[in-house]
């Protein structure tokens, strides 16, 4: 029996307030919703996000069984390596499956990458399909180096330690002339966002990209020395508690 085929699913970025058709349609490629409602098994970083998603999808077209039928099993950062090779074994029996993120595109900045190595190790096909992705969004709106750019995860939280990172990311971007992108949990943005403009050179570049493809969605590109004037000013972007993608050129 041939294996089945590993689709990795792209999700929405975040709720709005739009109708389901609306939200599905403005982000997510009508042939990807075809394959995903297709499917009866899902691989998710989070089931009850993945279970918004289905009932999304459920919405604009039918699903290929009932919503609380499908099989969702969760593979996140705290899986073992050990639990992977169960993950996989419906597809290596037959079945497509859906590798599926919380937010954004599968296996970027998302556990599931370890998963779509071991399907290519077990001669299961992989097939990525076209969706949102915050990190290219956020590359193509800044304005800086869409050529080369690097992708960084979390800096750390100690305040030193984020100083010193970011000193050694703007002075790797000053170098390659390269852009470099991280993140942060939501209600810590605030904190970033000050480190980096009283860290980086006045000249360094600075975007805070938010809310993408969504409502409330602001890209903002200035210096570093531009953002601690605003920052002095009580004129903080709106983005508390919110997603936000940070990029910096030196």
């Not at 709106?141 to 010193?164: E, M």
């Not at 990172?165 to 966002?193: G, H, V, W």
Request: glycine share 6%; proline share 8%; with cysteine.
């Amino acid at each position: 029996m041939s294996p089945g085929t590993l689709y990795l699913i792209p999700n929405t970025l975040g709720d709005s307030d739009a109708a389901p058709a609306e939200r599905l349609h403005a982000v997510i490629p009508q042939q990807v919703q075809i394959v995903s409602a297709g499917l009866s098994y899902f691989i998710a970083e989070n089931a009850k996000t993945t279970r918004a998603f289905l009932s999304l999808l459920k919405a604009v077209r039918p699903l290929a069984l009932p919503l609380q039928e499908i099989r969702i099993s969760e593979l996140n950062v705290n899986t073992p390596a050990a639990a992977l090779p169960a993950l996989l074994a419906p597809l290596l029996a037959g079945c497509d499956g859906g590798l599926i993120s919380e937010a954004g595109v599968p296996a970027v900045a998302d556990p599931g990458a370890d998963l779509v190595r071991l399907a290519h190790q077990q001669g299961v096909p992989v097939r990525p399909l076209v969706g949102p992705s915050s990190l290219l969004l956020a590359v193509m709106g800044s304005g800086l180096n869409g050529q080369s750019f690097a992708f960084n995860g979390y800096l750390p939280t100690d305040a030193a330690q984020r100083a010193k990172r970011i000193k050694t990311l703007e002075d790797r971007s000053r170098q390659e002339r390269q852009t470099q992108l991280f993140i942060e949990t939501p209600y810590r943005n605030a904190a970033l966002l000050e480190a980096l403009s009283a860290v980086c050179q006045p000249a360094t570049q600075i975007c805070v990209a938010t809310d993408l493809t969504l409502p409330g969605e602001t890209i903002v590109t200035r210096t570093a020395a531009k953002w601690k004037s605003a920052l002095q000013a009580g004129k903080a972007p709106d983005f508390h508690k919110k997603p936000t993608v940070f990029l910096l050129l030196a």
